[in-house]
């Protein structure tokens, strides 16, 4: 057997592994991030795209046609989170998979109004989940990753930061000034990204002194609103509640002048009328920090397509932000005090805005008649209330007929009732968890409507993974409503080639779907592509139409697994353990495969690594992939290392693909003491723009190592003008050296700089093996 050739350098077709798809059972590109992760429009941005099983053969699709998204480049290298790592329970948890990212620009036309924009990827392993780009109107500024040593200025408000925290321990700062004074709200989005950050926002003044802070302790993106002062300068700090961090961990800080608007009342208006509208907010009468109300005459536009009217409260001290005015076509009431819901009867469909007092309980009434279904709902998350509403129907007797608490994703109340016999009947909204009641923001809004109309609505999967050569089927559903009972006709466009349906597809009038054999030729050309399903009722002649992303997927080519299963071998810390691995060849490829890391591992890395790729030549049934295992892991717990396969094959239209399979298994190491140790005595040290130091290093050295050690000098990238240093070797049996480092003149002023020195042996195997000490000085 040849010994397999070590790539360090990831090539171009080393892909990275994620999260599996369906088809062939191939692992699909997955979607993690972008960064920045939103931009304004009129603007081009850069962007890295950073995911998981990101091959070099990938398409991409975007749902909005007025955005392009123009790839820059391949994927880049498997990026290993940096230290600091956990210690203590944590280091027992999963981490953030692994991310490559791939350069690209968006480019976003001057005309496009704010929101999200959804992309996907695909290739021959499956297509990948749903990812998110914000769009804004406003200014933008992108965090300078290289620049954390102080608080980045913001050239003016209100403006919108993108950043991320790409490390543990990692604390971003934006310095900010407020010439006119007034209220500065400071917003942070993490959640509607997709990310799983739990924001912590913190506002100090020039002195250091806490002006306002917010955290996220229930998966809600924070916001604060604070008085500044005429000519202020405040610095605001982001940072994770647990100060966990990665690539994945970006964010969007959105900072707004003037007054903020809290909730609406009425929650929701009827189409195409003009009513008054009570905004509840900050300053939004006076201009001052406090909750008050200011009443404004809004015209609603009649228009059935709108779900919301995007309005902008202008008042003396400053605009707001967009408050988006929900709108329906049911009449809406308002509390009052005048109004007594013991003797006020309700006549559906109608909706209600009120306030929950201190009672924690609100009652209704309305007359129903047999045989009426309603659809009831009681919202209080969905219009920024802090309230976790219950509904409960009495009947007539006063007996409980139906409840609800929580509906799927959110704390509101929905459910839906059909009358069982004429007579009075109450709804009790309620809340006894949030403690919120009887606060000025305890709202709600019930309304009461007939269920959807007569017709049907359409689902297909939004995606569907096809292999080639093979049947898959594509399910189509057609709810029902209002005794809708029309046969269905179904068509599917955009297919592409080599792609056979069946003639005739109907739902028949008794059913609610169609199952859909969708066969793939066995000689077509692997690709992607949208297509679009489309569902007419027969008689009627309604036309619904859904769109779906369709990927045609290969066969696996390879599988492997490691040789020595769980327990593994003994390793020592700071060494590289060649973890032996069989590979099992598929489908007769004899190729050439790559051994790569994957993008998931058992349980929390802290550093373990390999090389980018490791290549398995033509024919090969073993391969060895080096795993290092850095010198501050513990002890007492096994170590894994988990692998995927790539194999470049030719489709039958000779397109290039890579196809990406997972490891059976894991690379196993039981932890041993480490062979080398480096330490260094240097405390308490300043040094100016220009001069040197030396940093004196003492080297341990185990029994079974006797090699000279190289030192080398590692530091972060925001201090890569900050200190140099030539490396230097120690030779065999000499345990103390000085390692010379320079200052650079451009060296930031900084109360610290960390740095890292590195020194690197090699054992009887000739494999590295490589300890680290870490040191620290100023800069004056």
Known sequence: MRRPILCWLLTAAAIFTGIGGDGFAQLAPQIGYVFPPGGQAGTTVNVLLGGQNLTPDLQFFVNDPRVRLEILGPPGDILVTPPPYWKGSKCNIADAPLAREIPARIIIPEDMPAGTIEWQLANANGV??????????????????????????????????????????????????????????????????????????????????????????????????????????YVVSVHDLDFAGNGAFVYRLRFAEGPRVLAVVPAVSQRGERRSIRFLGLGVDSGELKLESVTREVTFPDDLTLETYEYILETPFGVTAPVSLAMGDAPVLVDSPDLDWNTERLSPPVGITARLDSSSEKRFQFEGKQGEVWDLKAAAEHIGSPLDVTLVVLGPDGEELANNDDVEGSTDAALQFSVPTDGLYSLVVSDHISGAAGTPLALFHLSIDSPPKTGFELTVPPSLNVGLGAATDLTVNAVRNGGFAEAISVELSGLPDGFTVPADLVIPADATELKIALTSAADSAVVAQMVEVSATAQTSGTRLTKNMLLAMTMKPRCKCRPVVKDGGLAVHRGTTHPGEVMIERLEEFEGEIQLIMSSSQSRHRQGICGPQAVIVPSGDTRAFYPTYVPEWLGTNLTQRMSLSTVAQVSDPKGNLRHLVSPMNGNIVMSIEGALLKITHQLQDVAVGRGAFFELPVQILRAKKLSAPVRLELEILPEYSTALASDPIT????????????????????????????????LDAANLPVVARTHASITVE
Not at 733 to 748: M, T, Y
């Open 128 to 233: 990948s989940n749903v990812g998110k780009f914000i769009i804004s109107n406003q200014s933008e500024f992108v965090e300078d990753e290289l620049n954390r040593h102080e608080p980045q200025l913001l050239p003016g408000l209100p403006i919108t930061v993108s950043g991320r925290l790409s490390r543990i321990e990692e604390i971003d700062q934006y310095r900010f000034l407020t010439p006119n004074g007034g209220l500065v709200s400071c917003e942070l989005l993490t959640h509607r990204l997709g990310t799983s950050v739990h924001g912590v926002l913190e506002v100090r003044d020039a002195a250091g002194n806490m002006v306002a802070d917010t955290v996220d302790t229930e998966g809600a993106d924070p916001v604060l609103t604070f008085a500044a002062e005429t000519g202020g300068k």
């Open 730 to 761: 120690v030779p065999a049996g000499k345990n103390q050296a000085r390692l010379h480092i320079n200052v650079l003149s451009d060296a930031p002023l900084t109360n610290e700089i960390r740095f890292t020195v590195k020194g690197t042996a």
